[in-house]
């Protein structure tokens, strides 16, 4: 009994961190559906919003996910739980977006957008990411749970844990890996892909995450990591920025020129 009591509170700080994710994601939900019923006439401006809502949902989740997976990191199971609970939320909330640069470059590159709808959604995506990072500080400096402190937020805690090199090498493949499944996964049935890319995403958190975190999301990893920006701008450039752009671009010429009957194969599956 006396072990269950010493339990207690870290049930509490747990569900109060799940709780304010859930809301967030309600919140961002309701959000979307007052943005399509009121700005579908504004085609730029709907595409802004959507976009910068879509990011803003999945940094703020995330920021909450990093600091429950600190609190016990040599039992990680309770973490990766979440992060594959989450990613199945964010899959089913944010269809038509993608709160990744990284998938921004990828379709236009593919030819599937615009230049000036990418410039569009790059921008919602980074002032989302900027604006989740403040919203965060905010919300932790409250003081709901034991673990949000403030000053946390503004510290630079390096997840690099490895020399330049590997760190480029494990955010290209992570980033390679997630997008080529984005993009053969598209002809699978929608519930069964979302599963998919959500266990993609779990495993790539398992074993790159000790690494570098296994962010492959260039305003995702501005959002987490802002003060390290600061202070080591060049290098967290390089590994959280350039990495999964050579990811997508060694996708793209693998499945374009170096496997070009694998590619042509999915798109006469799309066609028909």
Known sequence: MTALRGLWPEV?????????MLLLVLFMGLARVVTR?????????????????????LCCCTHELQLLSEQEPAHPTWPLTLVYFFSLVHGLTLVGTSSNPCGVMMQMLL???????????????????????????????????KYHLDERSFACRNPI?????????TEAICSFIFHSALLHFQEVRTKLRIHLLAAIIT????????LTGAVFNPALALSLHLKCFDEAFLRFFIVYWL??????????????????????????NKNE
């Open 12 to 20: 509490q700080d747990n569900c109060t961190s799940l709780g304010l």
């Open 37 to 57: 019923q009121q700005l579908h006439r504004f085609t730029m401006i709907h595409t802004f919003v959507l976009e910068f809502l879509a990011t803003f949902q």
């Open 111 to 145: 030819g599937g957008m615009s230049s000036e709808t990418g410039a569009i959604r790059l921008s919602a995506q980074l002032i989302g990411a900027l604006c989740s990072r403040y919203c965060v500080s905010v919300l932790w400096s409250l003081g709901l749970s």
């Open 161 to 169: 844990q490895v020399d330049l090199p590997k760190a480029i090498i």
């Open 203 to 210: 495993f790539l958190v398992y074993t790159g995450g000790s």
């Open 243 to 268: 990495a999964p752009s050579l990811g997508i671009l060694l996708m793209i010429l693998m499945f374009n020129f170096f496997l070009p009957w694998l590619y042509n194969n999915h798109t006469v």
